[in-house]
């Protein structure tokens, strides 16, 4: 009785170990590069993945939204490193979050992809206090 509890937990152990690590890898985190320091990183269910850098990182008390752009396929998996928004990009931020209804919701960064010269705008993240 006791060896057929043994295999049992045995399976569940494999089982969970195994989750864990294909979900590591969904995620993105075994090809994250090397970050900055004091930067922090999310990655999305929906491909966007982000290094925040120059932002403090709060999520033991705010939730972040990540809000990707239309980018080429080869570029859905590519890691961004996000920044607060420019000076030029702050009107847009300020309607982007105006445009939407949620109560205490902040726009936190802008997430870049640099290709060859070229900067591509992968997505856009906010955040809202954590209940």
């Known amino acids: 009785m006791w060896v057929w509890i043994k295999r049992g937990l045995v399976v569940a152990v494999l089982a969970y170990s195994g989750y864990a ?5 969904r995620a993105g985190y075994f090809s994250r590069p090397e970050m900055p320091e004091g930067a922090f990183s999310i990655s999305y269910k929906t491909g966007l993945r982000a290094i925040l850098v120059d932002v403090e990182d709060q999520r033991e008390t705010r939730r972040y939204f990540g809000f990707p752009m239309d980018v080429p396929f080869y570029l859905k998996d590519a890691w961004s490193l996000c920044s ?35 900067e591509v705008i992968r997505g856009l993240i906010t955040s809202v206090p954590r209940l």
Do not use: L
Request: aromatic share 10%.
């Open 21 to 25: 690590i294909w979900d590591y890898h």
């Open 84 to 118: 607060p928004p420019t000076k030029d990009e702050r009107p847009k931020a300020e309607k982007f979050i105006a445009d939407r209804s949620m109560i205490g919701e902040r726009f936190e960064v802008v997430c870049r992809i640099q290709v060859d010269n070229e």
